[in-house]
């Protein structure tokens, strides 16, 4: 094999090389994905997420949160007879978010959550979604849960200044609820703890 020829060859390795990575950094930027990770401080469950989930952003609500048909509301209504969860024997008003673009956004820049009020995720497969707190206004409690209501993980006072940190759970869930912070500590709520689930379609 003559000089030219390897050269030749080289080339085309590396030209190759160079249109594959170019191709994947052109899906990469095409995609909504987030699949970068970094630990949360002193989070021990953190791990590289699945590259086809999104990171859905922090979840704030405001009073009045939740509308009567469990969609987010920004009136302030207080007739409120929509779909529930019971966690601990106590009832959680919540809404619910069931597509990409919901979950993605969350209820970022949002005031505030009542006691009694929470959001709570639908995703179309168990896996372990990562939650960061971008553009969150104030701190929440977030429960993943399994798809048979067994509550699998929990961060405790996920706080905004935690952001661009990713929570993980070490464990699949296929719902996550997130409620005001210090929530589960009040009412003693552990993983393995059972969540009840009054939800249409559900």
């Not at 993605?104 to 006691?115: E, I, M, V």
């Not at 399994?146 to 706080?159: F, K, L, P, Y």
Request: hydrophobic share 40%; with cysteine; charged share 15%.
């Amino acid at each position: 094999m003559n000089k030219d020829s390897l050269l030749f060859r080289l080339l085309v390795i590396l030209f190759v090389c160079i249109t594959i990575f170019a191709v994947r950094i052109f899906f990469f930027k095409q995609s909504s994905i987030v699949n970068v990770q970094v630990p949360a401080p002193g989070d021990t469950s953190f791990s590289v997420s699945d590259e086809n989930q999104e990171i859905p952003a922090g979840s704030a609500g405001s009073n009045g949160l939740i509308s009567s048909n469990g969609t987010i509301s920004s009136n302030g209504s207080t007739e409120q007879t929509g779909p529930t969860v019971l966690v601990k024997g106590q009832t959680i008003k919540i809404a619910v978010v069931d597509t990409p673009a919901e979950r993605q956004k969350g209820l970022s820049g949002h005031p505030g959550l009542k006691a009694d009020e929470g959001l709570f995720f639908i995703f179309e497969n168990s896996g372990r979604h990562g939650f960061w707190m971008k553009d969150m206004l104030f701190s929440i409690d977030i429960l993943w849960i399994d798809s048979i209501g067994e509550i699998v993980h929990i961060q405790r006072n996920a706080t905004p200044e935690s952001y661009p940190y990713i929570f993980i759970p070490n464990r699949e869930a296929k719902y996550v609820l997130e409620v005001v912070t210090g929530f589960t500590d009040a009412y003693n709520v552990s993983v393995g703890d059972s969540v009840e689930f009054f939800i249409s379609n559900l």
